[in-house]
């Protein structure tokens, strides 16, 4: 079985600080899909990124940037100079692949991010 | 490109009766996946279709179904509806990503 823990429940900084959102997954497949949403108090679910399990390469979008460690079954998210607009839930979510595209996703608990001024 | 709709955005109803929400993916997916979200379970998949097929299911009851139509929207129903039903409801639209509604918020009193 699947599954994504977030330990973290609730992170408050200070704007301009940096902050990392912890994510640790289990799975049994040696191939499967990470990815992490966004979830403002509107409610929609915002996509932010996917990594496949074979691409262990960090990447860097803006101020946003993802750490995938496959030794560790870890995929932490760092935000770099934290805005109040990055104030959300933060889902870390693991889905195994089914003809080559992203099936069923499990989603850890989430981590509530608060930006203060 | 228009996103994921979904209606009605906001339900209240009153236990024992059902519910139908609907779905509309973005135009071009064929894949519609459904979660539910409350406060103590969290986000949990209620099932998936693909080509009008239902394609992967949840660990939920037989009140919770589902059916998606040739032109790809999906509607999910809910027969008599429970307290612990009340939940925000999530379509996901799935291409090479998942990209998810705004969800309808479903009450039930």
């Known amino acids: 079985a699947q599954k994504v823990t977030q330990a973290q429940t609730e992170i408050s900084v200070v704007e301009k600080e940096d902050v990392t959102l912890d994510c640790v997954y289990e799975?049994?497949?040696?191939?499967?899909?990470l990815f992490w949403y966004k979830q403002p108090p509107s409610g929609e679910l915002v996509f932010l990124i996917r990594?496949?399990?074979?691409?262990?390469q960090n990447e860097i979008s803006g101020r946003y940037s993802w750490n995938f460690q496959k030794s560790t079954s870890s995929f932490n998210f760092t935000i770099t100079a934290s805005q109040v607009v990055d104030s959300a839930v933060y889902f870390c979510?693991?889905?195994?692949?089914?003809?080559?595209?992203?099936?069923?996703?499990?989603f850890g608990t989430g981590t509530r991010l608060q930006v203060t001024l | 490109k228009a996103g994921v709709t979904q209606t009605p955005r906001y339900l209240i109803k009153t236990r024992g009766q059902q519910v139908t929400l609907s779905c509309s993916p973005i135009?071009?997916?064929?894949?519609v996946s459904w979660y539910q979200q409350t406060p103590g379970q969290g986000l949990q998949f209620l099932f998936e279709?693909?080509?009008?097929?239902?394609?992967n299911k949840g660990n939920f009851p037989g009140r919770f179904s589902g059916r998606q139509f040739s032109n790809s929207r999906s509607e999910m129903n809910v027969s008599t509806l429970e307290l612990g039903d009340s939940a925000l409801y999530l379509c996901?639209?799935?291409?090479?990503?998942?990209?998810f509604g705004p969800g309808t918020r479903l009450t039930v009193t």
């Open positions: 799975t049994r497949d040696t191939t499967y899909y």
């Open positions: 990594r496949n399990s074979f691409d262990e």
């Open positions: 979510a693991l889905s195994e692949i089914v003809t080559g595209t992203a099936s069923k996703l499990t």
């Open positions: 135009s071009g997916h064929r894949s």
């Open positions: 996901a639209s799935r291409g090479v990503e998942q990209y």
């Open positions: 279709y693909f080509s009008e097929t239902q394609r």
